[in-house]
């Protein structure tokens, strides 16, 4: 196959194909041979070409890569079919140790009842979920491509075909592939099967007495399903026209058909057949396509799959707040703990709505996404029962944030509550997930809710991304065991969902079978759910035979779980985990947070702000739009790392803690991966991303992507630099404020380190840039990623800017609490001054943009202003609108600093282009060069929550340039969210 796809790129472009070719002798001569100048020739290489050349070259790699996994699952399945031929099994076991049959005869052998074994089986369950994060970056055309590609590879392997047979086979996998470079549906008719007529008289009353009574119930069928196919589209074709009973309609569908709106609307005439069958002794029909169909609507149902609805715990205790505001409450959002506890089992114990049902929620004055909120509740008690599974909390920290989707439920009117599950995801949370479980479960009335049984989620990419993968994984081994003495403790049947990702840093391990038995003993049960992501979906259930042995795995582990015996955890083992995981922690939590060069490397070293802008994970890519390390989900994060093969995550701290405890405890460390299958499931993990990363390539991302002049600030910061240091009186003469660190600048910060009393170097080392920042600004001048409140503000407004473009795009405006008080549609411009990308803008035509204020993802931050009670001053030019505009200060050290730049950013209604005639929310948003526009209903619903709602003082302002006042009201965040 790859000597199809390099004819193919050769006939399109030789030359691409002859560095192709070059690129792979030199990699096989790096890699195979150990030629070291070979790595370096084809940085040169590489170098060389323009970005069309480059484009189609790694369109190449690419696709062979695709090609050789194509080959390799292909092998996989011809090698699981070897098995098990050679097995002579008539069931279709693979005879393997971690398959169900290998399962079974181990536990059979070590003296486990049969009947004990069967009983496990048929109780056990397993729910596999997938997510809805698109790690899968391939397009479902070219998924499809490769699917046919694999079936004919499965043709050529049969051994009695004629020689013109493999001819056209080749001619079809080489037009597939060409295919491929450039850029079979098979219908089983289970009708033919059952045109027999004995029958039982239950089937022939259902059939009416037609004389092929089998085909007569399926004919009733198919009408069925097409009147409800017919309703589905009517559906998506106007779903907001839809009414509720629309949604869940009676059920009479077009030509008086009954709709199939649940799964016994299918299994009952299917049964029926399957026992007329059977009682006229015609088993093979039975047991063949009609089991089948059977276990099909068993295990889909009418809907494929039920959908779990997932929502941010923020989000809800935000529309609670806005009831509660409504009603003359107070506010549900400062209440502690205990008070909302109190009141949500009040609410949940009375049948008296708190809002009447069908209310107008706008009219109520509730925020877009208060509104949303309330929605999706709606939504839920509108739609089938079958068609959702659960309701995950995400950001869980307290007993609250469950009650408090009872309740929204509840308010919702629907009839089968979903299951509440909390999802514990950082370090922290999981620390206290123990105590929040106990308070839930220490309430009667939410045990009776549960009917005794809970499901709680428990996050591995995150947490790893907050701690580190060491610390991570011994806190989720904590936590699941200390639950589930909780559980145990209130007689509550306890099972976890484990949201683990693909890669070894989100949580995955290749080794299913392990990995499940490497769970904490005793919190399985039988009972396992798990997430599936993105690319894994296709790895894993792409073809049916991988699928078949996915599955194979998942029930094996899960069953052979429940019988082998694992070790007790020896206290001197639990001692050095907690030594390891806080030495790792630090270590990490030290670079990844502390370390003030870290994220500007992190952001140029790795191409997480082009994965953030892609299809991949969840949406938005952060959590808060404020920037930062821990706003950032896991997904780009661990795929950054990924894909300059350094994965630091993974192993960050890991090395430190080790080495630590092999001075002080060596046979220790040697007797817990010997003794302890958990450790040494996590030990083989992290040797194997260790052989997996290679520090060569790491090392060439640094060399050719980071361009440092100083070990901490570059480009702007070097100008931000430059006056913070005229600021010092030890600072003599005064530096030129260029941008560019020369040896003036060394001069000038080598007399500033002698005055704060460190080496002086005259390098503008971390150490010296803050003191630099503590000494000579007011608010440490760059976003820090502190939130809102920790700062002392009363809100924070946060405006996404795209470089070299003017886009639309959206603002949001925060609470001290982090709460989304409103999103807004903006345009703004990211033009610099002289076209380019350069550093620093040229301000010599005043057109700068706003990128004028980032560098490498650090921003600017000042201090808001409002000025929405006067007019602009040309009505005519900017719109009939009395409120309309409100401005950023940036006075004190961001004005000092930036002599050049106006005094503040400035959010108006803009210069609409058909201002004279009355606005409509159809009309374009206008261009922008400098300032940044919203519709006017927008500014002015800002205006009202920052006055009403946040009770921030509205400043008058007369646009004189000068001294805008400088308040601690809030805090404006302008992002660079791509170059």
């Not at 440490?780 to 070299?804: C, E, Q, R, W």
């Amino acid at each position: 196959m790859g000597s199809i796809l390099g004819n193919a790129v050769k006939a399109q472009d030789p030359q691409v194909f002859e560095s192709v070719e070059k690129l792979r002798r030199l990699g096989r001569e790096w890699r195979n041979e150990g030629r070291e100048p070979a790595f370096e020739e084809m940085v040169t290489a590489v170098k060389s070409y323009d970005a069309n050349k480059l484009f189609n070259i790694s369109r190449a790699f690419s696709n062979f890569l695709a090609l050789a996994n194509s080959a390799e699952n292909h092998h996989r399945i011809r090698r699981l079919r070897e098995h098990l031929n050679s097995s002579q099994s008539e069931y279709g076991l693979w005879p393997k140790a971690d398959s169900c049959a290998g399962s079974i005869k181990n536990l059979l052998k070590d003296g486990v009842n049969p009947d004990s074994i069967m009983r496990a089986l048929s109780s056990q369950k397993v729910e596999i979920v997938l997510t809805a994060h698109p790690t899968e970056v391939n397009r479902r055309t070219m998924l499809r491509k490769h699917r046919r590609v694999k079936e004919i590879l499965e043709q050529q392997d049969r051994h009695d075909l004629s020689l013109y047979e493999r001819k056209q086979l080749q001619q079809q996998l080489e037009a597939e592939i060409l295919s491929i470079w450039e850029s079979d549906n098979l219908r089983r008719d289970l009708r033919a099967s059952l045109s027999v007529r004995p029958c039982s008289d239950e089937l022939r009353k259902a059939a009416n007495d037609a004389r092929e009574p089998y085909r007569e119930v399926l004919k009733q069928l198919e009408a069925r399903l097409l009147a409800t196919q017919v309703w589905a589209e009517k559906l998506l074709k106007a779903p907001s026209q839809a009414t509720a009973n629309e949604l869940n309609p009676k059920r009479r569908g077009d030509n008086d058909h009954q709709l199939i709106l649940s799964r016994d609307d299918l299994m009952e005439p299917m049964q029926m057949i399957y026992r007329s069958l059977k009682a006229n002794g015609l088993e093979a029909i039975a047991d063949g396509r009609v089991l089948d169909t059977i276990r099909r609507i068993a295990v889909f149902g009418t809907t494929l799959m039920p959908l779990d609805i997932r929502q941010e715990s923020t989000r809800h205790t935000e529309a609670l707040d806005a009831i509660t505001k409504y009603l003359g409450q107070g506010s549900y959002s400062q209440w502690d703990e205990t008070t909302r506890r109190n009141w949500l089992q009040h609410e949940l114990a009375s049948k008296r709505p708190l809002l009447p049902r069908g209310v107008d929620y706008e009219g109520l004055g509730f925020s877009s996404t208060v509104i949303d909120t309330l929605k999706t509740f709606d939504l839920i008690a509108a739609v089938h029962d079958e068609s959702l599974s659960a309701y995950v909390i995400s950001q869980c920290q307290q007993a609250s944030d469950v009650l408090a989707v009872l309740l929204l439920q509840q308010e919702s009117g629907v009839q089968r509550p979903l299951r509440v599950v909390p999802l514990f995801e950082t370090l922290d949370d999981l620390q206290r997930a123990a105590d929040t479980v106990d308070a839930l479960f220490s309430m009667s009335l939410y045990r009776g809710r549960i009917h005794n049984k809970q499901e709680i989620m428990v996050g591995y990419s995150d947490s790893a991304k907050d701690a580190g993968r060491l610390a991570a994984s011994w806190q989720q081994y904590q936590s699941q065991i200390a639950m589930m003495d909780v559980a145990e403790k209130y007689q509550v049947e306890l099972t976890f969902f484990h949201g683990k990702g693909g890669t070894v840093g989100r949580g995955g391990n290749p080794a299913l079978f392990q990995a499940i038995l490497a769970h904490p003993p005793n919190t399985i049960h039988g009972r396992f759910r798990v997430t599936e992501q993105g690319e894994m979906i296709t790895q894993n259930f792409g073809q049916i035979p991988v699928a078949e042995r996915t599955m194979d795995l998942f029930t094996a582990g899960v069953l052979a779980e429940r019988f082998i015996p694992r070790p007790s955890v020896k206290p001197e083992w639990e001692d050095m985990m907690t030594r390891l995981s806080t030495i790792s922690c630090d270590v990490y939590r030290h670079v990844v947070r502390e370390e003030p060069r870290f994220v500007p490397y992190f952001r140029t070293a790795t191409p997480e702000m082009e994965l953030s802008g892609l299809n991949v994970g969840s949406r938005p890519a952060k959590r808060n739009p404020k920037g930062g390390v821990d706003s950032l989900r896991a997904i780009p994060w661990n795929f950054a790392w990924t894909q300059t093969r350094l994965n630091l995550p993974t192993w960050l701290g890991v090395g430190d803690a080790f080495s630590h405890e092999l001075q002080t405890n060596p046979d220790l460390l040697k007797e817990m991966v010997t003794e302890w299958p958990w450790f040494r499931t996590l030990v083989d993990l992290l040797e194997m991303i260790l052989v997996k990363s290679d520090i060569k390539i790491a090392e060439n991302y640094d060399v050719q992507l980071l361009k440092v002049t100083t070990p901490y600030m570059t480009g702007s910061d070097v100008l931000i630099a430059q006056n913070l240091l005229n600021r010092d009186k030890a600072v003599t003469p005064a530096i030129l404020t260029n941008g560019v660190y020369d040896e003036a600048t060394a001069k000038g910060c080598s007399e500033f380190q002698t005055v704060i009393g460190t080496k002086s170097t005259g390098t503008l080392d971390s150490v010296t840039a803050q003191k630099l920042l503590d000494l000579h600004t007011d608010d440490n001048f760059k976003d820090s990623g502190f939130t809102a409140a920790s700062m002392g503000y009363l809100y924070k407004l946060h405006i996404p800017v795209h470089s070299n473009r003017s886009v639309e795009t959206y603002g949001t405006l925060f609470d001290a609490n982090g709460a989304v008080m409103h999103e807004f549609r903006v345009r703004t411009h990211g033009k610099r001054g002289d076209g380019t990308s350069a550093a620093w803008p040229d301000f010599g035509d005043g057109d700068v943009g706003l990128t004028q204020f980032a560098s490498s993802g650090n921003t600017v931050t000042g201090l808001i202003e409002v000025d929405l009670n006067s007019p602009e001053p040309d009505p005519s030019l900017y719109g009939p609108y009395p409120v309309n505009r409100f401005v950023l200060g940036l006075d004190g050290n961001a004005k000092f600093l930036m002599p050049n730049i106006r005094d503040g950013l400035l959010l108006h209604t803009g210069d609409w282009s058909t201002s004279t005639q009355p606005w409509d929310t159809s009309m374009d948003m206008p261009n922008s060069s400098g300032c940044i526009h919203a519709h006017p209903e927008d500014v002015k619903k800002i205006y009202e929550i920052l006055t009403t709602k946040l009770g921030v003082k509205v400043n008058d302002n007369t646009f004189s340039g000068k001294n805008y006042p400088y308040k601690c009201q809030g805090i404006a965040v302008v992002e660079l969210v791509d170059n």
